[in-house]
């Protein structure tokens, strides 16, 4: 969406009659309210261009901009205003009615359609999903070898994909079982015990940990999860190693040829067989489309290697969507949290009259909502505005 600015601010220099696209709507920052634009090939009065990213301008008046949109002039109406200090002090602050962030934020997102009814979002979303059950399946079959899952945290990635490869290794396990004399050595942990087929690493991991995990999964039809674990794709050498792993041509060979390795269980050189999913919140598109990331053109390469599954769950009002669905047609606050039908519905009112509020609009704190419901000793609505919502 393009954005016209009459007059803003940007580092202590005025802007005045610019065009630019608008990457993310407005603001509040220490300073006042800002919008944030993308400076590609726009030049300044002096014929200098600005700076050729996204950029912030700092914004006084409600009128000081306008959106290309002309379905979005509500914009200057719906503003509603706080002034700080005495009433004939300037204007200072300002932020855009709901309706108007709604329609902005999905202006703003690729794959988001803003004529789209909340029963069109949810059967977008639900195809979504039903796409990740299927393509970890596959990969529990040693089908597909890489697949990027990108998405807002929250909103049942890592269950889905930690449920589909349960299943696969539920059947492995009982195979497993009905012939101990006949055994695969790779299927044995410590113990004796049965080792299942797939391994989720979450939090932080080096290169060297990365590498030697990779090892002990390198077989076929084994599959390493990478879950909200962005460590290893910050560092460069990490990536390295997964690009190799996710190799498409020929075989998949893995090397560590350097003594900083101190692990000495796995070779200098193996080939990998196994799969890899990364399930992530980094919008791996944006940055590549940005190119202005150190490492975008890493990110870029573990695309090319991998499927791309976006769940198309950005703004508010997709992710109250997906939140509805679970909780209710999935039964989520009955099963999980032992909700009644009343319950239930008042846990889901509170949560869409103060969505905007949450520190994290998620399945995570719709359950914790419901924890609170559930108990009869504390006022839940009350703590759950003092816990779950922002203060400020």
């Known amino acids: 969406m393009k954005v016209f600015v009459r007059r803003g601010d940007w580092s202590g220099q005025v802007i005045s009659g610019k065009t630019f696209e608008l990457f993310k709507a407005l603001s509040m920052g220490q300073k006042g309210p800002f919008i944030t634009v993308n400076g590609t090939g726009v030049n300044q009065d002096n014929g200098r261009p600005f700076p050729q990213r996204n950029f912030r301008i700092g914004i006084q008046e409600p009128d000081d901009f306008e959106l290309e949109d002309k379905g979005a002039d509500i914009f ?7 002034f700080s200090g005495s009433p004939d002090r300037k204007l200072r602050k300002f932020v855009p009615g709901d309706a108007v962030i709604e329609k902005i934020e999905a202006a703003s997102h690729a794959g988001s359609r803003t004529d789209e009814t909340d029963e069109q979002i949810k059967e977008r979303i639900s195809e979504r999903f039903t796409i990740l059950q299927n393509l970890t399946a596959d990969i529990a079959r040693g089908n597909i070898k890489g697949l990027v899952v990108s998405g807002a945290s929250g909103v049942g990635k890592s269950f889905e994909v930690e449920a589909a490869l349960n299943r696969d290794s539920l059947l492995d396990k009982l195979s497993f079982n009905a012939d101990a004399s006949d055994q695969n050595a790779r299927r044995i942990g410590q113990g004796g015990t049965f080792k299942a087929r797939y391994n989720i690493v979450k939090g932080y991991s080096t290169a060297p940990a990365l590498y030697m995990t990779l090892y002990e999964y390198s077989e076929s039809r084994e599959t390493l999860v990478f879950d909200d674990c962005d460590s290893v794709l910050g560092d460069e050498t990490s990536l390295n190693i997964l690009k190799a792993a996710l190799d498409t041509s020929g075989k998949r060979m893995i090397s560590w040829r350097s003594q900083s390795r101190n692990s000495t269980d796995a070779p200098n ?10 399930i992530t919140n980094i919008n791996f598109e944006k940055i590549v489309e940005k190119g202005t990331a150190r490492l975008a053109p890493h ?3 573990i695309m090319s290697r991998c499927l791309y599954l976006d769940l198309t769950i950005d703004t508010v009002r997709e992710k109250l969507v997906r939140i509805e669905h679970v909780a209710r047609d999935l039964r989520m606050l009955e099963r999980e949290f032992k909700l009644e039908g009343n319950e239930i519905e008042e846990v889901l009112a509170w949560t869409h009259k103060h969505a905007r509020r ?3 609009l998620s399945l995570r704190k719709v359950g914790q909502l419901a924890s609170l419901r559930k108990s009869s000793n504390l006022d839940w609505e009350r703590v759950a505005q003092v816990t779950l919502l922002k203060q400020r």
């Open 299 to 301: 990110l870029e390469a």
């Open 358 to 360: 949450f520190r994290e």
């Open 269 to 278: 050189q193996f080939e990998f067989k196994g799969s890899v999913i990364f």
């Open 76 to 82: 200057a109406p719906r503003m509603r205003t706080v």
